[in-house]
Nanobody, 126 residues
Framework: VQLQASGGGMVQAGGSLTLSCEASGLAVSANVMGWFRQLPGKEREFVAGISRSGSSTRYEDHAKGRFTISRDNAKNLVSLRMNGLTPEDTGVYYC????????????????????WGQGTLVTVSS
């Protein structure tokens, strides 16, 4: 199983980035997909998640209204659109997958996700 995250980079405050996570050896359609991030000196934290069906999404408070998670099961990938970025969003962003029989469940706990990508660095300058 491989989750390949991409789309990170450097952007000025107020700017936008779209992260993508392409899966191989795993069907995105059979998994809850999540994005997490690790800010400098902090533990990895939940950012956003989307159910198998795509009809349920969850966002951490810092992401609500700014970030949008989406999935494309045909392309076997999940994306995270991030608008209104601030320097406090600087960190490494990881995608993760969790096999689920529920089409509506979204998990926010990192320990529930067995599959992880390598991370992509997002740097927001002031």
């Amino acid at each position: 199983v491989q989750l390949q995250a991409s789309g990170g980079g450097m952007v000025q405050a107020g700017g936008s980035l779209t992260l993508s996570c392409e899966a191989s050896g795993l069907a995105v359609s059979a998994n809850v997909m999540g994005w997490f991030r690790q800010l400098p000196g902090k533990e990895r934290e939940f950012v956003a998640g989307i159910s198998r069906s795509g009809s349920s999404t969850r966002y951490e408070d810092h992401a609500k209204g700014r970030f949008t998670i989406s999935r494309d099961n045909a392309k076997n990938l999940v994306s995270l659109r991030m608008n209104g970025l601030t320097p406090e969003d600087t960190g490494v962003y990881y995608c993760a997958a969790k096999r689920s029989f529920s089409t509506l469940q979204v998990s926010t706990a990192r320990e529930n996700y067995p599959y992880w990508g390598q991370g992509t660095l997002v740097t927001v300058s002031s």
